[in-house]
């Protein structure tokens, strides 16, 4: 039975920092591209950022980049997200995914195969 379980989500004051964990299990979790995505209410879901098999090819949104990195453990099967400088604009909740195309990282979310219940991160004024 495949899982992603998300942790780490909270209530944080803007500037602060939080850090995301997806834990995966049933499924070979070292053959795929693990990503965060984050919907906010009445809005559509969007990449946030995505990394590779092997934690060296990253990706990541505009709106996050030299605020949030993306790394995985494949020892521990686990996907994290360590978020710093965060603003009210990163409110939302945050889901992980993971795609068997592991040498590439997609950003549409239909091309992921499995999918967390998501972690609500809110980040106030």
């Known amino acids: 039975q495949v899982q992603l379980v998300e942790s780490g989500g909270g209530l944080v004051q803007a500037g602060g920092s939080l850090r995301l964990s997806c834990a995966a299990s049933?499924?070979?979790?070292?053959?795929?591209?693990m990503s965060w995505f984050r919907q906010a209410p009445g809005k559509e879901r969007e990449f946030v950022a995505g990394i590779g098999w092997s934690g060296t090819m990253t990706k990541y949104t505009d709106s996050v980049k030299g605020r949030f990195t993306i790394s995985r453990d494949n020892t521990k099967n686990t996907a994290y997200l360590q978020m710093n400088s965060l603003e009210p604009e990163d409110t939302a909740v945050y889901y992980c995914?993971?795609?068997?195309?592991?040498?590439?990282?997609?950003?549409?979310?239909?091309?992921?195969?499995?999918w967390g219940q998501g972690t609500q991160v809110t980040v106030s004024s």
């Open positions: 995914a993971a795609d068997r195309s592991y040498k590439v990282i997609y950003t549409p979310s239909i091309v992921y195969d499995y």
């Open positions: 049933g499924f070979t979790f070292s053959n795929h591209t």
